[in-house]
């Protein structure tokens, strides 16, 4: 959190500020998500915060603020991400490029557990991309248990 003056500027407001993304771009990009995170799938519908714009690879890490670098992700997923671009599958015993929404298939890394409430990685990628970014921690589990209840969950492809 940042003061300026009388108003106080949140961290994903300073981000979005520093990017140089319009915001065509950040509508494109939003259309081309289906308005949901590129990791968890989650809805921004069904979730209590903004949808953010992430980098795939993180600017610290030479990546630029071009549409083939940005997708949809949300805050969960985002911090967990951090700079990360590579994960450690245990299967394999090796590092792995993470999951990339904008390049790959989805269901062709991931899966939903048969009670449909966690994410199962088919692939290196997958476990890798599950693992780092935390996409089975205690609270999205849960949200996506009520998800079910309401008639939300799993998103349709």
């Given amino acids: 959190m940042l003061k300026s003056g009388n108003f106080y500027y949140t961290n994903q407001q300073i981000k979005e500020n ?3 993304i319009t915001s065509k771009l950040k509508h494109t990009i939003q259309e081309a998500a289906g308005n949901r995170c590129g990791y968890c799938l989650s ?4 979730t209590m915060s903004k949808l953010e714009i992430e980098h ?3 600017k610290s890490n030479g990546g630029t603020d071009t549409e083939e670098n940005l997708w949809l992700s949300c805050g969960l997923c985002n911090r967990y991400k951090g700079t990360k671009t590579t994960g450690f599958d245990d299967e394999t015993q090796n590092f792995v490029p ?3 929404p904008r390049q790959q298939v989805w269901t062709e890394h991931f899966t939903w557990s048969s009670d449909e409430t966690e994410i199962i990685g088919l692939t290196a990628i997958g ?3 599950v693992k780092a970014l935390k ?6 589990v849960e949200v ?4 079910i209840i309401a008639g939300w969950h799993p998103p349709k492809f």
């Fill in 144 to 147: 996506r248990r009520n998800w």
């Fill in 127 to 129: 476990r890798a991309t």
């Fill in 56 to 58: 795939i690879f993180p």
């Fill in 135 to 140: 996409l089975n921690n205690e609270i999205a």
């Fill in 43 to 46: 809805h921004q519908r069904y």
């Fill in 98 to 100: 993470l999951y990339n």
């Fill in 18 to 20: 520093s990017m140089n």
